[in-house]
């Protein structure tokens, strides 16, 4: 099965689940504010795909941090701040087994239509 992680106030999480639904691909929606993201599945996301695939910084909650969070960002210091701070997770994030896929572009989509 196919967990979709996001943010339901999220624009482009929300055309992933509508998309998903249209491809008839079975998923359950988390919300990584609401639900939390438990501190080993973070860990694994970075074994994965890397820290530098999950920090978004582009994002608001990127732009509040300050110069002292951001500067020397290693993998340790990634994910405690992507553990305290959920919405700075590039979004969506896309489990299934021991594949995650980070984002919702053409690429992306091609990669989930072969799980």
């Keep these: 099965m196919l967990t979709v992680w996001g943010l339901k106030t999220c ?13 008839g691909i079975a998923h359950t929606v988390k919300d990584v504010r609401a639900d939390g993201v ?3 599945e973070l860990a694994r996301w970075i074994g994965v795909v890397g820290w530098e695939v999950l920090v978004n910084k582009a994002s608001t909650t990127w732009r509040g941090l300050g110069d002292g969070d951001k500067d020397g960002l ?5 994910e405690a701040l992507l553990a305290a701070h959920p919405t700075l997770i590039k979004r969506p994030v896309f489990v299934a087994g021991d594949q995650v896929i980070v984002g ?10 072969v799980l």
Excluded: M, S
């Excluded at 290693?74 to 990634?78: C, G, S």
């Excluded at 919702?104 to 239509?113: E, G, I, S, T, V």
């Design 11 to 23: 624009d482009t999480c929300k055309k992933a689940v509508k998309w998903l639904e249209a491809e």
């Design 38 to 40: 438990p501190g080993d």
């Design 74 to 78: 290693d993998a340790a210091r990634a």
């Design 104 to 113: 919702f572009r053409d690429a992306q989509r091609d990669a989930l239509k």
